[in-house]
């Protein structure tokens, strides 16, 4: 299948906003503060936000609350005015889902299931809450598939009935700036993705993440 231009899609989408004037109501999923840092940056002024911190595969719980925290402080300290939900922690739909698929390396089939419960809960919760579209962090990460999780997410839309806002963050040095904003902000920048599986073969190979 022929690849995307994601970052091209967004610019687009955005230049349209601009436009128009219209600052549609956008829920989106945010995995970690680092991840949302440059995102925020980048397309807070297009729309109405409401961050949304569901992650079920991270563990432990502690890194968990550590990450949700994180992530809470830098929305104060970049003095924005959007809430930040989130999902209890539960990691049962995780370990559910990775059953059978522990072994396998990062992007791999456990992956891509994690990605897509996470946009499905996206998805449902936009709805839910009356956003017009919902979207992602996760394409700012050098170490995500951004085909599929734009794929997943316009698959997803097409069950919910909220549209997709594809993406791909990593544009315009996206990922860079998301590390210089982290130094910034003194942000907390994990080693691994979030679940145990990520963690233990971080362990055994250093360099993997």
Excluded: W
Excluded at 35 to 50: A, M, P, Q, V
Excluded at 151 to 180: M, N, P, Q, T
């Amino acid at each position: 299948m022929p690849k995307v231009n994601y970052g091209r899609m967004l610019d687009e989408r955005l230049a349209e906003l601009q436009r128009t004037g219209e600052r549609p109501k956008l829920l989106l999923h945010a995995c970690c503060a680092p991840c949302s840092s440059y995102t925020l940056e980048y397309i807070n002024r297009y729309f109405n936000i409401i961050l949304y911190f569901c992650n079920p595969n991270i563990a432990p719980e502690s890194e968990f609350d550590f990450r949700l925290s994180e992530l809470k402080r830098l929305v104060r300290e970049m003095g924005l005015d959007i809430p930040v939900i989130e999902e209890a922690y539960d990691p049962k739909p995780f370990y559910e889902l990775a059953r059978g698929l522990e072994e396998l390396p990062e992007r791999g089939e456990r992956c891509r299931k994690c990605i897509a419960y996470r946009l499905r809960m996206a998805g449902a919760k936009a709805k839910e809450l009356g956003c017009e579209l919902f979207t992602t962090t996760l394409t700012i990460s050098p170490h995500k598939d951004c085909q599929f999780i734009n794929e997943c997410g316009a698959e997803v839309s097409a069950e919910c009935g909220v549209d997709y806002l594809f993406s791909d963050f990593k544009k315009h040095e996206g990922y860079k700036r998301s590390i210089e904003l982290s130094r910034q902000y003194d942000l907390y920048r994990q080693n691994y993705c979030g679940c145990v599986y990520s963690r233990q073969a971080r362990e055994k190979s250093p360099d993997s993440y």
